[in-house]
C-alpha cells in the first residue's frame, strides 16, 4: 500500500524542524546582540532603552523595534531621545532592515558606510543630530530607497552624482547643512522624485539643472538659503504636480516666468530675497489653489500689481515687501476672502487703500507702512473682525481715523505715525488688549481721551509731534505693562501727572512741551527706568537728587526748563552707574560742580567697556529708527550704541573750577561746559579722556595755558575754546593741527598757529594751514554748521556728524535726545517687519 504523501511531508516535517530551530534562535540572538552592542556604545543616559534585555530570546518586544513573521528585525525607529552615540556600523546581522529612524537622538560622528549593505533599505531618517562628514556615495547603491532624510546636521562637502542611481526614490532632504558643490544633474534621473529640499546650505551653488524637467512627479522644490544663481528655468514651469516652490533668500536673477500660470496645482510661491526683477506675471491669477505668495525683498522687481490677483482666492498671504511694485492695491483684492496677511511695506505703492479690503473678513495682519499711499483710512476696514496689526506708518495718508475702528477687539498692533492725518482722537473705546499704538508725527489735536487709560496691557504707547493739549491725570496709573511713552513736542500743558503703575517703564519722553510745576517724585516707583526725557518745558524745581533711586537710568535730558539751585556739595550721595546722556543744559543751575557727581558715572569709565560687539540702548524693547535735525539737515541713525556717552551741562550759571574727576570718564564723547562762570585751570586730567570727540569750554572765564596733554587727544575733532582768558602758545600736533583760529578766539592771551599772533621767536615755525577747513565753516556765535564735522583727523564720524551741531550750538532746538530716539517718525518700523522679513 502506498504512502501517504501528506504524512510523508509531516514525517519530514517533524524530523527536520528540530534540527533547524537552533541556528533560527542564533541568528535571532545575533541581531539582539549585535542592538546591545550598540547600545553600550552610547554615551548618554539610556535608561530609554531599559526594555532592551539581553536575556530576552528575540529582540522583536524592544522599543523601537519591529520584526517580520520571521523574528527579523525590519525596522529600527528611535527618535527624540538623548544617546550620544554614533549611528550603529555593526549592522551584518541587521541585513533585513527595511526602516532606520534615528532622528533627534544626538548622535555625532558621521554618516557609516557599512549602511550599504542593508539592501532592503528603503527608508532612512539620521536628521536633527549632528553628524559630520560627507554623505558616503556607497548609499546611492541602496536601490530600494525610496526617503532620506539627512537634514539638520553639520554634513559637508558635495551631493553625490551617484545619487541618480535611485530610481526609487520619492523624499530627498537635506537641507540645513553645509554642503557645496552644484546639484548634480543627475538628480533628473530620479523619475519618481516628488519631494528634493535641499535649502539652508550656503554653500551649494551654481543653476538649477534643466534636467529636473525630468522629475515630472514632484510636488515640493526647495532651495532656499542657498547660493544658486541664474535664472528661474522655465522647464520647472512643466512640472504640473508641484505645490511648493521655496527659493527664498538665494542668488536668483532674471524675471518671473510668464510659464508660471501653468502650475495649477501650486499653494506655496516662495521667491522673496533673490535678485529678481521685471514684473509679476499676470498668469499669477492661473493658480486657483495658491495660498502663499512671497516675492519680496526683490528690489527690481516692479511695475502694477496685477488686478488678476483677484483670481487666487485660495490666498492667505501676499508678500510684497520691498520690492519696486508701485501704482494702486488692486480692488480685486476683496475677491480674497481667505486673505490673513498683506506684506507690502517699503514699496512704491501709491493712491488710496482700496475699500474693497474690508472685505477680506479673514485679514489678519496689514502691513503698508513706507509707502506713498494717500486719501484717508477707509472705515470699510472694520470689516476685517480678526485685524491684528495694522500698520500704515510713514505714508500720506490724510484726513480723520474713522471711528468704525474702534470696533475691531482684535487690535493689538497699530502705527499711523509719520502720516498728514487730523482731528482728535477717534477711538471712543481703544480695544483692550491693545499692545502698541502710534500715532505720532501727525496732526492730531485737542485732549488724549481718558479711555486711553483702560488699556491694562500696553506696552508702547506714542503721541508725539502732534497738537494734543491735555494729559488725562489717570495716565500715570494706566498699566504695568508699559515700556515706552512717548508725550514729546505737542502743547501740553499743566502739571506732570503722577506715576503709580510704572514697574516695567524704561522710556518717557515729555520733551517739547508747556508741562510745568515741580518733576513729580512718584517717578521714583518706576525703577527700570532708562530714558528720561523733559527737555524744553517750563518745569520748576531744583536737581532732583531722589533720581539716584533708579538705578537703570541712562539718559537724563532737563535741558531748557526753569531748574534751579546747585546740583549739590561734597557731601551729597550721587549714584548713577548706568547713566551715559547728561543734558542739564539751559536752565538755572548755579554753585560748584561737585566732584561726586562725576565720581560714580561708573558707566562712563574704560572699565565698563561693552565686550561682545556693538550694542544700542533699548535693543531688547525697542527698534527705532533714529531721525537727527541738525538745522533742518535730516539724517538717519539705525540704533544708538551704548558707548555714546555725553555730558552738557552749558548755559547755566556753574562757578568753581572744573574738577581733576572728570579725567576718569574715559568713554566720554562729547562735553559741553560752556557758556556758565566755570574758572581755574583746564585739567590736565583731561589727557585721560582718549575716546573725547567734542570738547566745548567757550564763554568762561578759564585761565592758564592750554595743556599740551591735550594733543593726546587723536579721537577730538571739534574744539571750542573761545572767549575764556586762556595765555600762552596754542599747543601743536596731531588734532590741533586741523583747528582754526575759531577755536581760540576771544582769549587775548593766547599765540601761535592758527591765530595771526605770534609768540616771540616763533615766527617762520608756523605748521602749514590745515586743508580744506575755513574758518566760515565754524561760525561758533550761532552754533557749528553740520558739514564741518566731515573734516577732521581721525575716527568718530557718525559721532561727529551728529555732533556738529548739536553739542555746540547754543540754539540747540531739538540737541542731544534726538541721537537717542530721534524724531521717533517711523516707531517699531522693523519691530514687526523682523519677525517677517525673511519670509516675506
Keep these: 500500500m502506498p504512502l501517504n504523501p501528506w504524512i510523508t511531508l509531516f514525517s519530514f516535517l517533524a524530523i527536520i524542524l528540530p534540527l533547524l530551530n537552533p541556528f533560527v534562535a542564533f541568528a535571532v540572538n545575533q541581531q539582539g546582540e549585535a542592538l546591545l552592542l550598540w547600545k553600550q556604545s552610547l554615551n548618554g543616559p539610556t535608561e530609554a532603552l531599559s526594555n532592551w534585555n539581553p536575556t530576552d530570546e528575540t529582540p522583536c518586544g524592544w522599543l523601537g523595534i519591529t520584526c517580520n513573521i520571521n523574528k527579523e528585525v525590519v525596522e529600527l525607529e528611535l527618535r527624540y531621545l538623548s544617546l550620544y552615540g554614533t549611528v550603529p556600523t555593526n549592522l551584518s546581522s541587521l541585513v533585513s532592515l527595511t526602516k532606520v529612524v534615528l532622528s533627534s537622538t544626538n548622535l555625532t560622528g558621521s554618516v557609516p558606510r557599512e549602511i550599504a549593505i542593508l539592501h532592503e533599505l528603503n527608508y532612512l531618517d539620521l536628521s536633527d543630530n549632528a553628524l559630520i562628514g560627507e554623505i558616503p556615495s556607497e548609499i546611492c547603491n541602496l536601490l530600494k530607497l525610496q526617503e532620506i532624510y539627512l537634514d539638520s546636521n553639520q554634513l559637508e562637502g558635495s551631493i553625490p552624482v551617484q545619487i541618480g542611481n535611485l530610481t526609487s526614490l520619492k523624499w530627498l532632504t537635506l537641507y540645513d547643512n553645509q554642503l557645496n558643490g552644484e546639484i548634480p544633474n543627475t538628480i533628473g534621473n530620479l523619475k519618481n522624485l516628488q519631494v528634493i529640499r535641499v535649502g539652508k546650505n550656503k554653500n551649494l551653488k551654481g543653476l538649477i539643472p534643466r534636467e529636473i524637467r525630468n ?44 510659464q508660471i500660470g501653468n502650475l495649477t496645482s501650486l499653494k506655496w510661491l516662495t521667491l522673496n530675497d533673490n535678485q529678481l526683477n521685471g514684473e509679476i506675471p499676470n498668469t499669477i491669477g492661473n493658480l486657483k489653489n495658491l495660498q502663499v505668495i512671497r516675492v519680496g525683498q526683490n528690489k527690481n522687481l516692479g511695475g502694477l500689481i496685477p488686478r488678476e490677483i483677484g483670481n487666487c482666492t485660495e490666498l492667505t498671504i501676499l508678500g510684497l515687501a520691498k520690492t519696486s511694485v508701485w501704482g494702486f492695491l488692486p480692488p480685486s483684492l476683496g475677491h480674497l476672502k481667505k486673505l490673513k496677511t498683506i506684506f507690502a511695506y517699503t514699496t512704491l505703492l501709491s493712491g488710496q487703500i482700496p475699500p474693497e479690503l474690508g472685505d477680506c473678513t479673514a485679514l489678519q495682519d496689514i502691513y503698508l507702512q513706507n509707502n506713498s499711499l494717500t486719501g484717508s483710512i477707509p472705515k470699510e476696514i472694520s470689516g476685517c473682525r480678526n485685524l491684528t496689526y495694522l500698520l500704515l506708518n510713514s505714508n500720506l495718508i490724510n484726513g480723520k481715523v474713522p471711528g468704525e475702528l474702534s470696533h475691531l477687539v482684535s487690535l493689538h498692533f497699530v502705527n499711523f505715525s509719520d502720516n498728514l492725518i487730523e482731528g482728535t482722537l477717534p477711538f471712543p473705546v481703544l480695544p483692550l488688549h491693545m499692545v502698541f499704538f502710534s500715532i505720532s508725527s501727525n496732526n492730531f489735536s485737542g485732549e488724549i481721551p481718558s479711555s486711553i487709560c483702560n488699556l491694562n496691557f500696553i506696552k508702547y504707547l506714542d503721541f508725539s509731534h502732534n497738537h494734543f493739549s491735555m494729559i488725562p491725570p489717570c495716565l500715570g496709573n494706566m498699566s504695568d505693562y508699559l515700556i515706552d511713552l512717548d508725550l514729546g513736542n505737542n502743547n501740553f500743558q499743566g502739571t506732570i501727572p503722577k506715576f503709580v503703575k510704572c514697574n516695567n517703564l524704561r522710556s518717557l519722553k515729555l520733551t517739547g512741551n508747556q508741562l510745568e510745576g515741580p518733576m513729580p517724585h512718584s517717578l521714583v516707583n518706576c525703577k527700570k527706568l532708562e530714558i528720561l526725557d523733559f527737555a524744553n518745558n517750563k518745569v520748576n524745581d531744583t536737581f532732583p537728587h531722589w533720581l539716584v533711586n533708579l538705578p537703570e537710568l541712562q539718559v537724563l535730558s532737563l535741558r531748557s526748563n526753569n531748574f534751579h539751585g546747585s546740583i549739590g556739595n561734597h557731601k551729597t550721595k550721587f549714584s548713577f552707574p548706568n547713566l551715559r546722556i547728561i543734558d542739564l543744559s539751559h536752565n538755572m543751575f548755579h554753585g560748584h560742580l561737585p566732584s561726586n557727581f562725576f565720581k560714580y558715572l561708573t558707566a562712563m569709565m574704560n572699565g565698563n567697556m561693552d565686550e561682545g560687539g556693538l550694542q544700542y540702548m533699548g535693543d531688547d524693547y525697542y527698534y527705532d529708527s533714529v531721525t537727527i535735525d541738525i538745522k533742518g539737515n535730516y539724517i538717519n541713525v539705525e540704533k544708538i550704541q551704548t558707548l555714546l556717552t555725553i555730558i552738557d551741562i552749558s548755559n547755566n550759571s556753574f562757578k568753581g573750577e572744573i574738577p581733576k574727576v572728570i579725567g576718569n570718564l574715559g568713554l566720554l564723547k562729547g562735553l559741553n561746559f560752556s557758556h556758565n562762570n566755570l574758572m581755574g585751570h ?60 575759531a577755536s581760540y578766539s576771544g582769549n587775548l592771551g593766547l599765540c601761535g598757529f592758527p591765530l595771526t599772533k605770534t609768540c616771540g621767536n616763533d615766527e617762520g615755525q608756523q605748521p602749514p594751514p590745515a586743508p580744506t577747513i575755513q574758518e566760515d565753516d565754524f561760525g561758533f556765535a550761532n552754533g557749528f554748521h553740520w558739514k564741518v564735522v566731515l573734516l577732521g583727523y581721525g575716527c568718530g564720524f557718525m559721532f561727529g556728524l551728529c555732533m556738529g551741531y548739536l553739542v555746540f550750538s547754543s540754539e540747540k532746538p531739538k540737541y542731544l535726545l534726538n541721537i537717542v530716539y530721534g524724531e521717533q517718525r517711523n516707531k517699531v518700523r522693523r519691530l514687526k517687519n523682523n519677525a517677517h522679513g525673511r519670509i516675506n
Excluded: W, Y
Aim: proline share 5%; aromatic share 4%; charged share 15%.
Design 215 to 258: 522629475c515630472t512627479e514632484l510636488t515640493q522644490l526647495g532651495l532656499a538659503e542657498t547660493s544658486v544663481s541664474g535664472q528661474i528655468p522655465l522647464e520647472i514651469c512643466n512640472l504640473l504636480k508641484l505645490q511648493e516652490i521655496n527659493f527664498f533668500s538665494s542668488q536668483l536673477e532674471g524675471s518671473i516666468p510668464a
Design 682 to 741: 583746564i585739567p590736565i586730567s583731561f589727557r585721560n579722556l582718549t575716546n573725547l570727540e567734542c570738547l566745548d569750554l567757550s564763554s568762561n572765564k578759564l585761565t592758564g595755558n592750554i595743556p599740551i596733554q591735550l594733543t593726546d587727544l587723536t579721537s577730538l575733532e571739534i574744539l571750542n575754546l573761545s572767549k575764556n582768558h586762556l595765555v600762552g602758545l596754542i599747543p601743536q600736533g596731531k588734532q590741533f593741527n586741523t583747528f582754526t583760529s
